[in-house]
């Protein structure tokens, strides 16, 4: 499967962003992978965000919980990330990643994944 990350860019502190993660890929089953989003800044490992199961039951770091909301359109393939009262400490490349044998105690481990996009870059200053 091939992930497209989509949607980054500058915004102010305070303010939102939607990012996007379309999958494809010859006979893709959009809804049998678990998806994850991740971000990194130079010099750190990369972090996990928020991830969404195969029933979309929903998984999320601390640091977004409450103002990040992760969703999925089966329909199109393509998985989301809504990011509310954004922060200077949100600037990062964002990743999407996807994986088919993923259970709840893995979603949070970047090294479950077999699949990820290019990643997009979250710009957050004033």
């Known amino acids: 499967v091939q992930l497209q990350a989509s949607g980054g860019g500058l915004v102010q502190p305070g303010g939102s962003l939607r990012l996007s993660c379309a999958a494809s890929?010859?006979?893709?089953?959009?809804?049998?992978?678990?998806m994850g989003w991740f971000r990194q800044v130079p010099g750190k490992d990369r972090e996990f965000v928020a991830a969404i199961g195969r029933t979309s039951n929903t998984l999320y770091s601390g640091s977004v919980r409450g103002r990040f909301t992760v969703s999925r359109d089966n329909g199109k393939n393509t998985m989301y990330l809504q990011m509310n009262s954004l922060k200077p400490e949100d600037t990062a490349v964002y990743y999407c990643a996807a994986d088919r044998q993923l259970i709840l105690s893995e979603y949070s481990n970047s090294n479950s994944y077999d699949h990820w996009g290019q990643g997009t870059q979250v710009t957050v200053s004033s």
């Open positions: 890929g010859p006979g893709l089953t959009f809804r049998s992978y678990v």
